[in-house]
């Protein structure tokens, strides 16, 4: 018999062994790996692996393949972006890949849209309100028409979206490979600020209050009052970062979903995500995704002014009661999420 033939026997037995162990210790392993060796822009990388949805083009096709030959400067700038993520995933891999597999309950921030073959993974504090109520008609199959008559709440209501931990590990397999993935990031100190503003300094928050608040007042607010540990609801900044770079606090629990990094939500040096969008340029990219999925003739992303947002100024002044010690530590942190985004180190900082 053929050597290589007796490798593939043998192979075959592991990985029956292995399953079986799996299977017998109820444990889930997962699924499907995208390899992050993804195709550059190229002229149909997917060959017949893509089938086409309703007899039209999937977004997929339409990213990798465009109808025009000539690329665009945008596709041109999300070819970048991806490359980016992967370059970083691969020079980091010690860290962003500590955890081999993944489980389908790692995929509870990955909604999916089966109609138009998009899956898109919603990061807090990114716009995933308004990307939420998008999804809801692009779901709804005319149930919604109009994104901002959906009340912000009712976008939120786990209920309204299927989430792809939803599916049969096959299923699962399916759409990682076939549908379009997406996701939105942000400068990740204004999203932690922002974050923080929403959670701790508004007074309607009080389940944020209860449930962090005296635990952060308790462990890092010397000669605290008896009121100030039962509300929970004066939180300091500074309290807040010490908190988060508090070893033990990692130890205790996984960070809150608001202040959660990227790269922990949506595992991107796991799965591949075919477009990477910015908060700093939310209604291009995010109208983008749209055209790709074949919807934007008569729906794009909701634009309203915000005063409230948090702006890079907010931030710089947040920090400047920061120690260096803490800033350096935070940004140890949240450093994944710089790197992999192309975001560079705040010239505010004080780094040791």
């Known amino acids: 018999m053929k050597p290589a033939l007796l490798e593939v026997m043998r192979m075959n037995r592991i ?3 292995v ?16 390899s992050m060796l993804h195709p550059v822009m190229r002229r149909n990388p997917f060959g017949v692996d893509i089938c086409c949805r309703k ?12 109808t025009q030959l000539e690329l665009s400067s945008t596709a041109v700038l999300h070819q970048m972006r991806r490359d980016q993520v992967t370059d970083t995933c691969r020079a980091n891999s010690a860290t962003s890949r500590k955890r081999r597999v993944l489980t389908p309950s790692d995929l509870k921030h990955l909604v999916v ?52 931990n939803q599916y049969s590990i096959p299923e699962i397999n399916h759409r990682l490979k076939s549908y379009m993935k997406f996701l939105f990031v942000r400068e990740p100190f204004e999203r932690l600020v922002s974050a923080y503003r929403n959670k701790f300094t508004q007074k309607y928050n009080t389940s944020f209050h209860k449930r962090y608040g005296t635990k952060i007042i308790k462990r890092q607010r010397k000669n605290a009052t008896q009121e100030a540990l039962r509300k929970g609801d004066d939180v300091k900044f500074e309290e807040f970062v010490a908190y988060l770079i508090d070893p033990h606090t990692q130890r205790e ?6 202040w959660q990094t990227v790269y922990s939500l949506c595992h991107p040096c796991h799965i591949h995500y075919d477009l990477v969008g910015k908060y700093e340029t939310l209604e ?8 790709l999925a074949g919807v934007g003739s008569y729906l794009k992303f909701p634009t309203y002014a915000k005063s409230t947002r948090t702006t ?37 900082l004080k780094l040791e």
Not at 55 to 66: D, V
Not at 284 to 291: A, F, G, I, K
Not at 314 to 342: G, P
């Open 15 to 17: 990985c029956r062994m």
């Open 253 to 258: 629990e996984p960070f809150n979903e608001h």
């Open 19 to 34: 399953l079986a162990t799996c299977l017998g210790s109820f444990i889930l392993v997962i699924f499907y790996f995208q």
């Open 55 to 66: 007899g039209s083009r999937s977004p997929l096709q339409e990213l990798y393949n465009p």
């Open 113 to 164: 849209d089966e109609d138009h073959e998009l899956i898109y993974c919603y990061v807090p504090k990114v716009a995933c309100t308004n990307w939420k109520r998008l999804m809801m008609v692009l779901t709804g199959r005319g149930k919604y028409s109009d994104p901002m008559q959906i009340p912000a709440n009712e976008a939120h209501v786990s209920a309204n979206l299927k989430t792809l």
């Open 312 to 348: 890079d100024e907010m931030t710089t002044e947040f920090f400047q009661n920061i120690s260096s010690e803490h800033q350096t530590q935070l940004y140890e942190v949240y450093k994944l999420d710089f790197l992999m985004f192309n975001y560079s180190v705040p010239s505010y």
């Open 284 to 291: 291009e990219d995010s109208n983008y995704v749209l055209q």
